[in-house]
């Protein structure tokens, strides 16, 4: 299998913006799930937000309202858009592929995704 790719990271202050992307398997795009996770530095992996064939979205409460996944079919992309960003959010950004529709509260947890990518850092300045 093919591991799904992150861009966009990089360095940017408080209360500002940016678009992280993932290229994903069309497939799991269509048909799994793509969810967003990141780790800060000493800390576990976290749940960010997923899109279950790319028709539903869920994300985690510390950034609803502020993150918006996205989904370009015809270019297999899912982005991550993250707006009002805080020092908080500083982590390295993993974008991960399921090959089946995750139900519920399975779709938080990183053990049920099969395929991820490297990473990409975004830190947040004060």
């Known amino acids: 299998q093919v591991q799904p790719v992150e861009s966009g990271g990089g360095l940017v202050q408080a209360g500002g913006s940016l678009r992280l992307s993932c290229a994903a398997s069309g497939r799991n795009i269509r048909s799994g799930t793509i969810g967003w996770f990141r780790q800060a530095s000493g800390k576990e992996k976290e749940f960010v937000g997923a899109?279950?064939?790319?028709?539903?979205?869920t994300y985690a409460d510390s950034v609803e309202g502020r993150f918006t996944i996205t989904t370009d079919r015809a270019k297999n992309l899912v982005y991550l858009e993250m707006s009002s960003l805080k020092p908080e959010d500083t982590a390295v950004y993993y974008c991960?592929?399921?090959?089946?529709?995750?139900?519920?509260?399975?779709?938080?947890?990183?053990?049920?995704?099969?395929?991820w990518g490297q990473g990409t850092q975004v830190t947040v300045s004060s």
């Open positions: 899109t279950k064939r790319s028709t539903s979205t």
């Open positions: 991960a592929e399921a090959y089946s529709g995750l139900i519920g509260v399975l779709v938080r947890r990183p053990d049920k995704y099969d395929d």
